[in-house]
């Protein structure tokens, strides 16, 4: 796993607290490896940042944007993150939180298909034994 910054834990206990409603929403439908028997943590550290969503078995972060996301300085941000947290190996998965929100189906269905790519499963698994 990334090495992080000891100083961000306490920040990360407090977002995981404060949670958005989209956050909330997204936790209930991953959390308890509810999907493909991941687990997934929240507000992770990771280097010098805090993201949204990880599961390490896969090596997917997940993180939701918010409508401060839009502005041009924070889209150069976030560029910074994804392209540090790419350089540890790892792959990022952005949903803006109306999708979130309004779009939930389609959400999982992209990471349940990120998560069947790291985990190296095929679409539909072939029987392993007996059969016809």
Known sequence: MT?????LKPFARTLRSNQTDAEQ????????????????YRQKPMGEFIVDF????T???????GSQHLEPTQQAYDQQ??????????RVLRFSNLDV???????MTAIFEALQ????????????????
């Open 3 to 7: 090495n992080y910054n000891p100083k």
């Open 25 to 40: 929403k997204l936790w209930s439908h991953v959390r308890r490896k509810q999907l493909l028997d991941v687990q997934f």
């Open 59 to 65: 090596k997917l972060v997940i993180e939701l944007d």
């Open 54 to 57: 990880y599961a390490p078995a």
């Open 81 to 90: 993150r994804s392209a540090f947290l790419q350089q540890q190996g790892l």
């Open 117 to 132: 790519m790291g985990l190296k499963i095929p679409p539909n698994p072939p029987f392993s034994k007996g059969g016809v």
């Open 101 to 107: 929100l309004q779009q939930i189906e389609s959400v």
